[in-house]
């Protein structure tokens, strides 16, 4: 299975950034999908996550109302999509893939995924 982001970037405080990651090499709809990020020097943290069915989302505090997650089944693809960015946000950001019979479970635990991709820097300026 290998999960590609793509969309990272410098951009200024308020900005905005659309983060898409593309899944191949098993049905998409087998998947709960999630975004993770990691800023140097701290622990992975859980960002986003997506139903199996698209049904459901769930957001860390820190970004509620500001980042939506939403995904593509014709396109198998998962989407972040940052508004008002701030210079906290900096960071790596990472999709990852958990194998699921769940169609309306979403997972903010890292353990319960089972793919991950390389990850894009997204980079916010003060």
């Known amino acids: 299975v290998l999960l590609a982001e793509s969309g990272g970037g410098l951009v200024q405080a308020g900005g905005s950034l659309r983060l898409s990651c593309v899944v191949s090499?098993?049905?998409?709809?087998?998947?709960?999908m999630g975004w993770f990020r990691q800023a140097p020097g701290k622990e992975r943290e859980f960002v986003a996550s997506?139903?199996?069915?698209?049904?459901?989302?769930e957001y860390a505090d820190s970004v509620k109302g500001r980042f939506t997650i939403t995904r593509d089944s014709d396109k198998n693809t998962v989407y972040l999509q940052m508004d008002n960015l701030q210079p906290e946000d900096t960071a790596a950001y990472y999709c990852?893939?958990?194998?699921?019979?769940?169609?309306?479970?979403?997972?903010?635990?890292?353990?319960?995924?089972?793919?991950w991709g390389q990850g894009t820097q997204v980079t916010v300026s003060s």
């Open positions: 997506v139903s199996r069915g698209a049904g459901q989302t």
């Open positions: 990852a893939g958990a194998q699921t019979s769940y169609s309306t479970t979403t997972y903010s635990n890292h353990r319960s995924y089972d793919f």
């Open positions: 090499g098993r049905p998409f709809s087998t998947f709960a």
